[in-house]
């Protein structure tokens, strides 16, 4: 299986804010649905936008930059079997979220380096124990 950042720009959710509980309803469902099929491993929005930059000499920038064109608003991970799955599950987000989805590749992880990142999994599975 192969995890894909599903992901959209701030901008793009431009729908009127008294149909936030139906697009939000509407994400939850997709969500659930993700979970039940065990391909779903995480999904946030962002706050605010306000990056800070921290340089490889330590230096602290605060952004966000006006050369910057896009910033991520919100993103989801699926871990599924093909690119073709992965772009299934990002159409259904699409809808769901009224807003274009932009799917990634995440690189596996290199030998030797153990994550503490859950596979996907149903919700309907217990908890692993630990």
């Known amino acids: 299986m192969t995890r894909y950042l599903i992901?959209?720009?701030?901008?793009?959710?431009?729908?009127p804010e008294e149909e936030l509980p139906d697009v939000a309803k509407a994400g939850i469902e997709v969500v659930k649905e993700a979970q039940?099929?065990?391909?779903w491993v995480y999904g946030a929005g962002l706050e605010s936008q306000r990056a800070s930059?921290?340089?490889?000499?330590?230096?602290?920038?605060?952004g966000p930059f006006p050369e910057t064109k896009e910033v991520i608003g919100g993103f989801s991970i699926v871990d599924v079997s093909s690119?073709?799955?992965?772009?299934?599950?990002?159409?259904?987000?699409?809808?769901?979220?009224?807003?274009?989805?932009?799917?990634?590749?995440?690189?596996?992880?290199p030998p030797g380096l153990e994550q503490d990142v859950p596979r996907a999994r149903s919700a309907h599975q217990p908890e692993p124990a630990r």
């Open 53 to 62: 930059i921290v340089a490889t000499d330590g230096v602290i920038t605060d």
């Open 36 to 39: 039940d099929a065990g391909v």
């Open 83 to 109: 690119r073709e799955e992965a772009l299934e599950w990002a159409a259904k987000i699409a809808v769901a979220c009224r807003c274009a989805q932009e799917v990634r590749e995440i690189l596996p992880d």
């Open 7 to 15: 992901s959209f720009d701030d901008g793009w959710m431009t729908f």
